[in-house]
């Protein structure tokens, strides 16, 4: 099993950027596919960015290709989602989700606010 927290949320001007963290503990991180989700007010969940296991591959919803990045450090056990160009509609609770072997297991966090001001 895997525990997993994110960090470095905010409030930010559209145009500023932001860079989440969510570190993994418990064993084998490396062997989880790892992806952000986020929430936004009133709506549902929806897919962010998700990478693979060694970082290869990487993919992203449409709203964010180009402004969002995702990476990961196995050694640190943590992933990262670099966000920039932010705009007034990312503003939503960004949570972390770890996938695991077949069929799938998934871990989440419990989200850090992102809050995009105009």
């Known amino acids: 099993q895997v525990q997993l927290v994110e960090s470095g949320g905010g409030l930010v001007q559209a145009g500023g950027s932001l860079r989440l963290s969510c570190a993994a503990s418990?064993?084998?991180?490396?062997?989880?596919?790892m992806a952000w989700f986020r929430q936004p007010p009133a709506k549902e969940r929806e897919f962010v960015a998700s990478?693979?296991?060694?970082?290869?591959?990487?993919f992203y919803a449409d709203s964010v290709k180009g402004r969002f990045t995702i990476s990961r450090d196995n050694a640190k056990n943590t992933v990262y989602l670099q966000m920039n160009s932010l705009k007034p509609e990312d503003t939503a609770v960004y949570l972390c989700?770890?996938?695991?072997?077949?069929?799938?297991?998934?871990?989440w966090g419990q989200g850090t606010q992102v809050t995009v001001s105009s």
């Open positions: 989700n770890a996938e695991q072997g077949g069929p799938p297991t998934y871990y």
């Open positions: 418990g064993r084998s991180f490396s062997s989880y596919a």
């Open positions: 990478i693979s296991v060694s970082g290869a591959n990487t």
